[in-house]
């Protein structure tokens, strides 16, 4: 029983050995596994925070762009109040010149007289007796008066003047601001 139970001992042994070893050889194992998922983790980590420190660099550019980009917006608007201001008065000085020089009294005024001397001549031509050739002289002129008053009539259309006010331009900057963002092409 005695070498039975040294035999059993020595069994006992190498198993408890074996067991070390095997738990020795686990435990190199799982050491070299946790320091390679450690390393890749550090590794992983240290290319995410390279990620964030590169959208962390983007955004505060962005944010200086958007700011700068606003103080460029309250420069141009500002640019822009002027500019409105030197419409208003270039039309205001528009108005005004055309309105001296386009005056319609002055055409009305040449129309009344060219009607008056026509009235004075059929007055005239009323009292006399007058031949054939006075007849095709008249209808030659009336032609050429007809043709003329006709190209009056189409360069006053030609002519007509623009509403240039400060509303109407700005109603236009509003529509094409309008289109240009519905169709920037």
Known sequence: MKEELE??????LEVFAHYEKTKAAIREEVRKEYTRTIRHLEN???????????????????QNKIESMGNEIVGLETKSKLWEHECARICDIYHR??????NPGLIEVQLQVISEYTDALIR???V????KDTLDMVHVYRESITKKMRELVLEIE????????????GKNVSALSEKTLHDPA
């Open 158 to 169: 030609k002519c007509i003047k623009e509403d240039i006010s400060a509303d109407s331009a």
């Open 44 to 62: 992983e980590r240290t290319y995410r925070e390279g990620i964030i420190k590169e959208k962390i660099t983007r955004i505060d550019k962005l």
């Open 7 to 12: 035999k059993i001992r020595e069994r006992a």
């Open 97 to 102: 010149t055309i309105g001296y020089y386009s």
């Open 124 to 126: 005239f031509v009323k």
């Open 128 to 131: 006399h007796m007058w031949g």
